[in-house]
């Protein structure tokens, strides 16, 4: 149920802000990119 939630949180997320991961992946901020990781799993 939990990676359900996940999932659905990483969508909306993803309609909010479409380039969000891109722009994880350039801050090079760990914590984003990990939290990140885990919503995608």
Known sequence: MLSG???NMLQD????????EQQIAESGDEN????????QS
Do not use: G, V, W
Not at 32 to 39: E, G, V
């Open 5 to 7: 939630i996940r999932r």
């Open 32 to 39: 984003a990119q990990r939290l990140l990781a885990q919503l």
């Open 13 to 20: 997320l993803k309609r909010e802000h479409p380039d969000l």
